[in-house]
């Protein structure tokens, strides 16, 4: 059985010798003065542009095959879902430093903490009820407290420091601050020194109750923060009320964990954090 290129080759050869076939039969025979006398010959096209004869109609057929569907709208296919929108975006005016600096704000610390395993390889894990989906964080991969464990409160002063009073997370040391106007929105970025956050959810029982092991067995996984440095980004914008400031909730908070035994270390999510202005008339804006 030929294959299929054979076979198209096979068909176009016999479509050029059956027009080399009709073109002989309608030239004349030779005359006396060996001219070639040819009879006249009347084209008729048909409705679809053919000539008429079965080879014309054979290649319109297969020229109509390959042209594009007229059907086809230039923006796209008819019926074709809409595009989806992109989310609408909004810029900020750049807010300077010089507005934040000498204000006062409290600090809501909403600590997770880092997992110091796999939390995949947890037999059991925290609950997380569907209809209260929203308190789990998806970037912190934990359950989103709903209450702030610790409050504090941070002032911003000249020359891009800050200084956060002593607490139980906090150490009151210095810290550094600055803005970042970065794709229309004003970043504010802060460091400030804590003295470590630790949580430890255990469970009453294991596989080892199940299959006859010790009674008393639990299975237990454990977040913390280690001492040192936590970086907080969240953005900030002007407030409802002309002349203030306002910063967006729940902003991401960073510590520097370290892995391995090079002790290689990386910035990883471990809480968010939310700022009110402590004092209105420090947080005004001068326009």
Request: a neutral charge.
């Amino acid at each position: 059985m030929r294959s299929r290129p054979e076979s198209l080759a096979a068909l176009l050869i016999f479509i050029a010798v059956a027009r080399s076939i009709q073109a002989f039969a309608l030239t004349g025979s030779a005359g006396p003065a060996g001219r070639q006398h040819t009879r006249p010959r009347s084209t008729v096209l048909s409705a679809d542009g053919s000539d008429g004869s079965l080879f014309g109609g054979l290649f319109n057929s297969l020229s109509s095959a390959f042209e594009a569907d007229k059907t086809l709208k230039p923006d796209g296919l008819e019926g074709r879902q809409p595009k989806a929108k992109a989310k609408p975006s909004y810029t900020s005016a750049q807010i300077p430093a010089a507005n934040l600096e000498g204000t006062s704000w409290e600090v809501q610390w909403f600590l997770t903490g880092v997992a110091e395993r796999d939390f995949s390889s947890d037999l059991y894990g925290s609950r997380i009820d569907i209809s209260n989906a929203k308190v789990f964080d998806q970037t912190l991969m934990a359950m989103l407290p709903d209450e702030p464990q610790v409050r504090s409160v941070i002032k911003f002063k000249e020359g891009g420091k800050c200084a956060c009073e002593v607490g139980d997370f906090t150490t009151g040391q210095d810290g550094e601050w600055k803005i970042v106007y970065e794709g229309g929105k004003n970043r504010l970025r802060f460091s400030v020194s804590n003295l470590g956050f630790r949580k430890v959810t255990s469970t009453q029982g294991s596989l080892q109750n199940v299959f006859g092991g010790v009674d008393n067995s639990e299975t237990k996984s454990t977040r913390s923060i280690p001492e040192g440095k936590v970086y907080c980004d969240l953005e900030v914008t002007f407030g409802g009320d002309v002349g203030t400031l306002s910063m967006l909730a729940k902003g991401l908070v960073r510590a520097e964990v370290e892995f391995g035994l090079l002790k290689a270390g990386r910035l990883l999510p471990c809480g968010r954090v939310d700022l009110t202005c402590y004092d209105e008339n420090e947080c005004a804006v001068e326009l």
